[in-house]
């Protein structure tokens, strides 16, 4: 960690942010790719999407996930579709066969993404 901020991390995204494989939570909703990490992420998002008011935090406001959720979630003319995008989420969570996961996974390529290591290994075992 350097920081705050995590180091050769990349958050946000339908992929790991850590391993870059795709999100086994993710659908296709009001044209794009609706993802979460977890089943708690799907709760959080169905909260804030269904809030009819949604209220601004305090100084730190810039700093949730919320604002930085992209503005098709947050429009409410997407809003049921949304809901229903995040309902599909939820439903996968209970899954767990690789052959179960979503389309939208399926859409993206499932090879090994060729990646440097981040660490030096300096160790006898170094080849």
């Given at each position: 960690?350097?920081?705050?901020?995590?180091?050769?991390?990349?958050?946000?995204?339908?992929?790991?942010?850590?391993?870059?494989?795709?999100?086994?939570?993710?659908?296709?909703?009001?044209?794009?790719?609706?993802?979460?990490?977890?089943?708690?992420?799907?709760?959080?998002?169905?909260?804030?999407?269904?809030?009819?008011?949604?209220?601004?935090?305090?100084?730190?406001?810039?700093?949730?996930?919320?604002?930085?959720?992209?503005?098709?979630?947050?429009?409410?003319?997407?809003?049921?579709?949304?809901?229903?995008?995040?309902?599909?989420?939820?439903?996968?969570?209970?899954?767990?066969?690789?052959?179960?996961?979503?389309?939208?996974a399926h859409g993206?390529?499932?090879?090994?993404?060729?990646?440097?290591?981040?660490?030096?290994?300096?160790?006898?075992?170094?080849?």
């Amino acid at each position: 960690m350097q920081g705050a901020g995590l180091v050769g991390a990349v958050l946000g995204g339908s992929a790991d942010p850590f391993f870059q494989r795709p999100l086994w939570l993710q659908t296709r909703c009001a044209g794009h790719i609706l993802w979460a990490y977890n089943e708690e992420h799907v709760d959080e998002l169905s909260a804030y999407v269904r809030a009819r008011l949604r209220e601004r935090g305090g100084v730190q406001s810039t700093m949730s996930m919320f604002a930085r959720l992209p503005a098709w979630m947050k429009v409410s003319d997407n809003r049921a579709e949304v809901l229903a995008g995040l309902e599909t989420l939820r439903a996968l969570t209970e899954r767990t066969a690789p052959a179960d996961r979503s389309d939208a996974a399926h859409g993206r390529s499932d090879r090994p993404r060729a990646h440097r290591s981040m660490y030096f290994w300096g160790g006898p075992y170094e080849s």
